[in-house]
Nanobody, 124 residues
Framework: QLQLAESGGGLAQPGGSLRLSCVAS????????IGWFRQAPGKEREGVSC????????DYADSVKGRITLSRDNARNTVYLQMSGLKPEGTAVYYC?????????????????WGQGTQVTVSS
């Protein structure tokens, strides 16, 4: 069984930065592409970014392009989402998810394992 747990969310000022972590337990992340998704109240879940097994990243949300750095540390079984230039519209629950393929997609249905989510609130 692969379990994912997000952390690092919280309250941030507009223009500030946060680093979210996604830690796997019970399994290794070496053979999974990892996607980050977010869901705001009353909105559909949307893809934010994804990193392949080989470390290739893709940003899906135009609103975060250039403000996100996704990286993985397989030795720590962890994927990081570094966010900067945070905006109030970035307020959402952020999820990481594992994709048992060697390529990325913004289609949430392709991801088999999900974390519980971590709340990010961007406000003054």
């Amino acid at each position: 069984q692969l379990q994912l747990a997000e952390s690092g969310g919280g309250l941030a000022q507009p223009g500030g930065s946060l680093r979210l972590s996604c830690v796997a337990s019970g399994f290794t992340l070496d053979y999974y592409s990892i996607g980050w998704f977010r869901q705001a109240p009353g909105k559909e879940r949307e893809g934010v970014s994804c990193i392949t097994i080989g470390g290739i990243t893709t940003d899906y949300a135009d609103s975060v392009k250039g403000r996100i750095t996704l990286s993985r540390d397989n030795a720590r079984n962890t994927v990081y989402l570094q966010m900067s230039g945070l905006k109030p519209e970035g307020t959402a629950v952020y999820y990481c998810a594992a994709n048992p393929r060697n390529w990325c997609s913004s289609d949430a249905s392709l991801y088999n394992q999900w974390g519980q989510g971590t709340q990010v609130t961007v406000s003054s």
